[in-house]
């Protein structure tokens, strides 16, 4: 049985940063992606960043530049780095990781950025 265990969400200032922190325990042999959604109150989630085999990277063109995604495959954990964090970026960020082709996911965190 995989979980995944997020942590690093909290209240920050407008141009402030946090680093979201998500790790994966269980039986793993082979961790092909993780990456972030989000989900904001009365909207759809949408795929902020995500890494695959090894270090190929995407975001969304409403984080590129501020956030960087990063992973440490030796202890199964991915890491989202925000800075420069907005208002609009206040949401729900869910973690996944795709193990064996399984889609695994994180509890949640709350991101809120505000004066």
């Known amino acids: 049985q995989v979980q995944l265990v997020e942590s690093g969400g909290g209240l920050v200032q407008p141009g402030g940063s946090l680093r979201l922190s998500c790790a994966a325990s269980g039986t793993i042999f082979r961790i092909d992606a993780m990456g972030w959604y989000r989900q904001a109150p009365g909207k759809e989630r949408e795929l902020v960043a995500r890494i695959i085999s090894g270090s190929t990277t995407s975001y969304s063109d409403s984080v590129k530049g501020r956030f960087t995604i990063s992973r440490d495959n030796a202890k199964n954990t991915a890491y989202l780095q925000m800075d420069s964090l907005k208002p609009e970026d206040t949401a729900v960020y869910y973690c996944?990781?795709?193990?064996?082709?399984?889609?695994?996911w994180g509890q949640g965190t709350q991101v809120t950025v505000s004066p």
């Open positions: 996944y990781q795709m193990i064996w082709g399984v889609k695994y």
